[in-house]
């Protein structure tokens, strides 16, 4: 991944990959109910409507080269 790109991601920074609100709002809920997400006890730390983008990623593979090239990402 790149040095630009965010850490974690919201709902928006998702549907900036072109993706619609509601699919967006759906993958959060499919990541935060995840076993990785609830044993890293993420959402001790974090937003529960934020996701660290390596686990996005990790569940969602076919997103990975969309996040490498975003204008973040530049």
């Known amino acids: 991944m790149c040095k630009g790109m965010k850490v974690l991601l919201g709902y928006r920074d998702i549907m900036e ?3 619609s609100k509601k699919t967006a709002y759906k993958m959060l809920n499919l990541i935060c109910e995840s076993e990785a997400y609830k044993k890293s006890n993420l959402s ?7 996701v660290p983008t390596k ?20």
């Open 17 to 19: 990959l072109g993706v």
């Open 44 to 50: 001790k730390v974090i937003d529960t409507k934020k």
């Open 55 to 74: 686990l996005f990623v990790k569940m969602f593979p076919e997103f990975k080269e969309r996040c490498e090239q975003h204008d973040g990402c530049r």
